[in-house]
T-cell receptor
Framework: AQRVTQPEKLLSVFKGAPVELKCNYS??????LFWYVQYSRQRLQLLLR??SRESIKGFTADLNKGETSFHLKKPFAQEEDSAMYYC???????????FGTGTRLKVLA | DAGVIQSPRHEVTEMGQEVTLRCKPISGHNSLFWYRQTMMRGLELLIY????????DSGMPEDRFSAKMPNASFSTLKIQPSEPRDSAVYFCASSTGTSGHNEQFFGPGTRLTVL
């Protein structure tokens, strides 16, 4: 069965420190992977998708098919990065996402 | 465009009462999704529609939950009767295209509290 695992419910880092939010997936086909972010009092919104291979707000994520991972990274965390982050998997032939349980990132001053 | 619109934003009800949540997707989007968000389970897909037709309702927890999409601009999620364990934030999202690879746009959510 398809599954997305985010092992950390809460991740606290100090401002300026590197950040890595972990995401592992289970899917035998060709996956499409996304990171969505929910800032306080805002809507859940797309942060980035692996197919775009771009950096958004300093965040990057590389799909590693060998390790079935799609970890989200940023070299220097900022306080405004504090938010809830969800990793999502889309599988071939369907319209839907499978979301992980989310990781709350807190960036401390 | 106001984006996906949900109402009400907050709902407090007593156990046993009927609850109806409403969603207006972005105009032109042909897929609509209902999610439930809880601390323990994160975001769970309840049901999704494509071109107003329910495609997958396997995430609907039990018969107390039902969803309809009578036209392209309106959907409802109904819980009858409601129970305290239904307390959660319910999100509606919409997307365009015919692939799950398309970005989903989320509404602000409805925070449901069942006493």
């Amino acid at each position: 069965a398809q599954r997305v695992t985010q092992p950390e419910k809460l991740l606290s880092v100090f401002k300026g420190a590197p950040v890595e939010l972990k995401c592992n997936y289970s899917y035998s086909g060709s996956p499409e992977l996304f990171w969505y972010v929910q800032y306080s009092r805002q809507r859940l919104q797309l942060l980035l998708r692996h197919i775009s291979r771009e950096s958004i707000k300093g965040f990057t994520a590389d799909l590693n098919k060998g390790e079935t991972s799609f970890h989200l990274k940023k070299p220097f965390a900022q306080e405004e990065d504090s938010a809830m982050y969800y990793c999502a998997l889309s599988t071939s032939g369907t319209y839907k996402y499978i979301f992980g349980t989310g990781t709350r990132l807190k960036v401390l001053a | 465009d106001a984006g996906v619109i949900q109402s009400p934003r907050h709902e407090v009800t007593e156990m046993g009462q009927e609850v109806t949540l409403r969603c207006k997707p972005i105009s032109g989007h042909n897929s609509l999704f209902w999610y439930r968000q809880t601390m323990m389970r994160g975001l769970e897909l309840l049901i999704y529609f494509n071109n107003n037709v329910p495609i997958d309702d396997s995430g609907m927890p039990e018969d107390r939950f039902s969803a309809k999409m009578p036209n392209a601009s309106f959907s409802t999620l109904k819980i009858q009767p409601s129970e305290p364990r239904d307390s959660a934030v319910y999100f509606c999202a919409s997307s365009t295209g015919t692939s799950g690879h398309n970005e989903q746009f989320f509404g602000p959510g409805t925070r449901l509290t069942v006493l």
